[in-house]
């Protein structure tokens, strides 16, 4: 990742596709939605970084092919805690 960041802007799919790798995933064999999945967490994850939860929460629900604005159980959860 820090490849990435001397470039500057970060691409999400690089960002997925590096959090793969070093999770042990090989994303050139994988099918389309687990690589788009890997994608998302990229995204996710620079939303992350820049501190906006809700649009992490909004990525990885429409990743896991939750549709309206329902948030998962668990992240409504952690945030009553």
């Given at each position: 990742m820090a490849?990435?960041?001397?470039?500057g802007a970060?691409?999400?799919?690089?960002?997925?596709?590096?959090?793969?790798?070093?999770?042990g995933v090989n994303l050139t064999r994988a099918?389309?939605?687990?690589?788009?999945l890997w994608e998302a967490r990229g995204l996710a994850l620079i939303a992350l970084v820049c501190g906006d939860e809700d649009e992490?929460?909004?990525i990885m629900a429409h990743a896991r092919g939750?549709?309206?604005k329902t948030k998962p159980p668990a992240i409504d959860a952690a945030k009553e805690h």
């Open positions: 490849e990435m960041q001397k470039e970060l691409d999400h799919r690089e960002v997925g596709h590096e959090l793969a790798r070093r999770s099918r389309k939605g687990v690589v788009r992490v929460a909004r939750r549709t309206g």
